[in-house]
């Protein structure tokens, strides 16, 4: 009748961290390349990019820390049970939507060609004439329908079993569209960014127990797991090994970016993509090493901050290309108006003062 958990063999360990690491660098390696693609989609198309900007990616590590901590308080005051409910519905529908998003471009080619297919658009608007603002605008067909239906079929095992591979299924597809709809515009942003994370998850993580805490109490698709006893008890395996989705999305967003540096050169080579994806391999590594070694939980951004900024600075600094590679930005006309605009708002303070 012993409820303990059964220590892991060495074999299991190995399983269930290597595919930790492959689940880790997969939704890198995908995303990048998409955000590539969709960002040439939004320039020819004349679409408004939302990036972030320094100011953003400064305040990030704040706004983190308090929404943590909020939820940290939440789940001490409530009934975790009734939380991870109201979680795993609101979940269920991200999750559902997310995956569709990613499996779209594999199953429609395998949908029959006798299938009796229709475009929809759906257009849904806020406001009158001039002040009419669009919030929906969405184009779809019966085959998205389908895929819909046939990835809610994964949401509904996910909601009733909190089945391990269905949380691992919707935490990939979530990896992989942050990584390629998240934009930081440009490297000293993704720099300031990871700095500030990079002292938030150090804190979080040795400073207090609220980040390890709410990730045990956090029964929601943000982590991927993977069972260190599979072996022996094959898909009903209880003892789980964790990653969580920003330790893979938070580097991968600057992983990307770098990927349309090395687009943006008009050359053969991605040498500071692939240094990049290279330097997060090695980090993730030395961070399961790490955390054997003293048997704590690792933040692993620690590990992985310094390899994903530092390699590919190194490797500007070899090639002579440190000035083009923080000069870079995906949409300098964003620059440009953030900049416009703040000078019009000083420009009005000063009026003011008058």
């Known amino acids: 009748n012993a ?16 595919s930790l690491v492959i689940m880790a660098l997969i939704p890198i390696f995908l995303g990048s390349f998409r955000s590539v693609r969709y960002h040439k989609e939004q320039k020819d198309s004349g679409e408004k990019p939302e990036t972030m900007t320094s100011k953003d990616a400064a305040m990030f590590p704040i706004i983190a820390s ?3 901590f909020s939820i ?4 001490q005051i409530f009934s975790k049970e009734y939380i991870n409910m109201l979680l795993a519905v609101y979940f269920f529908f991200l999750g559902v939507l997310a995956l569709a998003h990613i499996a779209s471009p594999i199953l429609h080619p395998l949908i029959p060609p006798l299938f009796p297919n229709q475009e929809y658009h759906m257009i849904f608007t806020q406001g009158k004439a001039e002040k009419k603002e669009e919030i929906v605008n969405w184009q779809f067909d019966r085959k998205d329908l389908l895929v819909i239906v046939l ?7 996910y909601l009733i ?3 391990w591979v269905a949380n691992n299924l919707f935490g990939l597809a979530f990896a992989v569209n942050g990584v390629e709809f998240l934009s930081l515009n440009s490297i000293s942003t993704g720099c300031i960014l990871l700095g500030g994370l990079f ?7 040795f400073g207090t127990n609220v980040m390890v805490s709410v990730a045990k109490s956090f029964e929601a698709p943000i982590k991927l797991v993977f069972p260190q006893d599979l072996l022996e008890n094959g898909l009903e395996a209880k003892n789980f090994a964790m990653l969580g989705l920003g330790d893979i999305v938070i580097p991968g967003i600057f992983i990307a970016l ?11 080579s991605k040498v500071y993509f692939y240094a990049s994806f290279i330097a997060y391999f090695s980090g993730l590594l030395l961070t399961i090493v790490i955390m054997h070694v003293f048997k704590h939980a690792q933040p692993a951004l620690l590990y992985l901050v310094p390899a994903c ?14 000035k083009q590679l923080f000069n870079y930005e995906d949409h300098p006309e964003v620059k440009a108006k953030t900049e416009g605009e703040t000078e019009t708002e000083k420009k009005k303070e000063v009026k003011k003062e008058k």
């Open 161 to 163: 079993k909190k089945h």
């Open 199 to 205: 002292i938030y998850d150090i804190f979080w993580v």
């Open 309 to 322: 900024i530092g390699v590919p600075i190194f490797v500007a600094l070899v090639r002579g290309e440190i």
């Open 66 to 68: 308090v929404t943590l």
């Open 3 to 18: 409820t303990a958990k059964i220590p892991a063999t060495p074999e299991g360990m190995a399983v269930a961290y290597s």
């Open 151 to 157: 990835c809610g079929v994964v949401g509904l095992w």
């Open 258 to 268: 770098l990927l349309r540096f090395d687009m943006s050169q008009k050359k053969q």
């Open 72 to 75: 940290y308080l939440v789940f």
